[in-house]
């Protein structure tokens, strides 16, 4: 049974940092295409960053501020996310497919979800 359990979310005020992680058990971590999405309030859910092999996806929104990552040892992935807007205010998802993705940032892609961890960003 594939289980994502995502961790790290917290409130924080604007300019501020969190990484949030994604533990995985019951798949084989390093064989799996993974990602990071977002939904806020009223909005629909949306690609933040993903990683596949090692290549590396990000929203526009993101680049330059938010870094994914993977610990295969540790079946555990990453998502540093400094210079923290309020827009970046959400649920975070992880995401997972057994294999590789063509389009990164696509939910539909995806076929194993966590349970979310919120993030609030303060102005």
């Known amino acids: 049974q594939v289980l994502l359990l995502e961790s790290g979310g917290g409130s924080v005020q604007a300019g501020g940092s969190l990484r949030l992680s994604c533990s995985g058990s019951g798949f084989t971590f390093n064989t799996y295409s993974m990602a990071w999405f977002r939904q806020a309030p009223g909005k629909e859910r949306e690609g933040v960053a993903a990683?596949?092999?090692?290549?590396?996806t990000y929203a526009d929104s993101v680049k330059g501020r938010f870094t994914i990552s993977k610990d295969n040892a540790k079946e555990t992935l990453y998502l540093q996310m400094n210079s923290l807007k309020p827009e970046d205010t959400g649920m975070y998802y992880c995401?997972?497919?057994?294999?590789?993705?063509?389009?990164?940032?696509?939910?539909?892609?995806?076929?194993?979800w966590g349970q979310g961890t919120q993030v609030t960003v303060s102005s």
């Open positions: 995401a997972a497919y057994p294999g590789e993705v063509f389009t990164p940032l696509a939910d539909w892609e995806y076929n194993y």
């Open positions: 990683i596949i092999d090692d290549a590396v």
